[in-house]
């Protein structure tokens, strides 16, 4: 069974400041990456996707994947209160995707 | 990205009864996802469904429970059998397309 793993929070973070949200997952095989947001009571809906190692940026937000070590991580700079919501990784593998727990991301104003 | 119409968009049904859940994307996609959100918990995907064959389960679910159809490459429906308190949870289907994963708006069901 591959695995992704995710800190269920909740992580607290100032607005304006940065927050970190982090996976590690368990199949050295997964190429793609994504980082959903999903507010309470509704669908995930995508933010980022990212395949190959390094940083990729979008606006507010950098994915990071280190494959090597098996981590993929999402920063979100500026944090603001209508970003208080659970943050979901997913893995692709086998055409299928995989969550991790989800973190609960808390921006205090 | 694929839009999915899905319905009902919540249910309260009587424990052993069954309920069928509609997805219905507005274009073509080879595979189908059905989702289970338990509540205060991540998703945890229960099938593949594929046009033309039999959908493939993970781990933990089964057809019996929930029977899956895909008559064709726009449409999918899964059936929760038999309903226990334990089956109230919000189920997703999603479809994979262009580098993403979109999602249905969800059935809330809600076993009495």
């Known amino acids: 069974q591959k695995e992704v793993e995710q800190n269920s929070g909740p992580l607290s973070v100032p607005e304006g400041a940065i927050a970190s949200l982090n996976c590690t997952y368990s199949?050295?095989?997964?190429?793609?990456f994504f980082w959903y947001r999903q507010y309470s009571g509704k669908s995930p809906e995508l933010i980022m996707s990212i395949y190959s190692n390094g940083d990729k940026e979008d606006g507010r937000f950098t994915a990071q994947l280190n494959k090597a070590s098996q981590y993929v991580s999402l920063l979100i700079r500026d944090s603001q209160p209508s970003d208080s919501a659970t943050y979901l990784c997913g893995m692709e593998y086998g055409n299928k995707l995989v969550f991790g727990a989800g973190t609960i991301l808390r921006v205090k104003s | 990205s694929a839009v999915i119409s899905q319905k009902p968009s919540r249910d309260i049904c009587q424990r052993g009864t069954s309920l069928t859940i509609q997805c219905q994307v507005d274009s073509q996609v080879t595979m189908m996802f059905w989702y289970r959100q338990q509540p205060g918990q991540s998703l945890t995907l229960i099938a593949t469904?594929?046009?033309?064959?039999?959908?493939?389960?993970e781990s933990g679910f089964v057809i019996d429970k929930f029977p899956i159809s895909r008559p064709n490459l726009t449409f999918s429906t899964l059936t929760v059998s038999n309903m226990s308190p334990e089956d109230s949870s919000i189920y997703l289907c999603?479809?994979?397309?262009?580098?993403?994963?979109?999602f249905g708006s969800g059935t809330r069901l809600t076993v009495v």
């Open positions: 199949d050295r095989g997964s190429q793609s």
């Open positions: 999603s479809v994979g397309q262009g580098g993403g994963y979109t």
């Open positions: 469904a594929n046009q033309g064959s039999e959908a493939t389960y």
